[in-house]
């Protein structure tokens, strides 16, 4: 694994943390407070409901491990350097771009899905930085799967090695 995919690697830790922290949030959400000895709570509201907290453990979980597969993928097929530079930040930018989203979305009344109000209630400042970024990442993570994908199917082939000594760069 080179140095790029390795940092690919951290990145995706830092989005699961990302989708972990909320999974405290998800449960002190779902019991109303934190409990701070077996039934001794301490009780407060978190803003949004559970199903929002849910969403964003998950989706933050989600964008750690897509970020992790890519990493892998990349060292697998050994895209040219340009190629893999530019997958990289396609697909580490999308990481954060949708961990905002979710967190953003979870904020905001309208769950960042729109840039106006819509059905799940009115806009906010959260619900735009959550939408903006992620609704530039969808494309641009459409883009670097794209390249994946031409480079998988049609690409030039690895350069035939023995063992790891075939992914050391």
Do not use: K
């Not at 998800?26 to 409990?35: I, R």
């Not at 994946?148 to 090695?161: L, V, W």
């Amino acid at each position: 694994m080179n140095e790029r995919q390795r940092r690919m690697v951290g990145h995706g830790a830092i989005l699961m943390v990302f989708g972990l922290l909320a999974g405290f949030g998800l449960v002190m959400s779902l019991v109303g407070g934190f409990e701070i000895f077996p039934g001794m709570m301490l009780e407060f509201e978190l803003p949004s409901d559970s199903s929002g907290w849910a969403r964003t453990h998950a989706g933050g979980i989600l964008n750690g491990i897509m970020v992790f597969a890519v990493a892998l993928v990349l060292w697998g097929i050994r895209l040219p350097d340009a190629s893999e530079a530019r997958v990289t930040w396609m697909v580490v930018g999308a990481g954060y771009a949708n961990t905002l989203f979710y967190w953003g979305g979870m904020l905001a009344d309208n769950r960042a899905l729109t840039f106006g109000d819509n059905r799940f209630g009115e806009t906010s400042l959260m619900g735009v930085i959550g939408l903006f970024p992620a609704l530039v990442f969808a494309f641009i993570t459409i883009i670097a799967m794209i390249i994946i994908a031409r480079h998988a199917f049609g690409g030039a082939a690895a350069p035939a090695a023995v063992g790891n000594a075939a992914h050391a760069r």
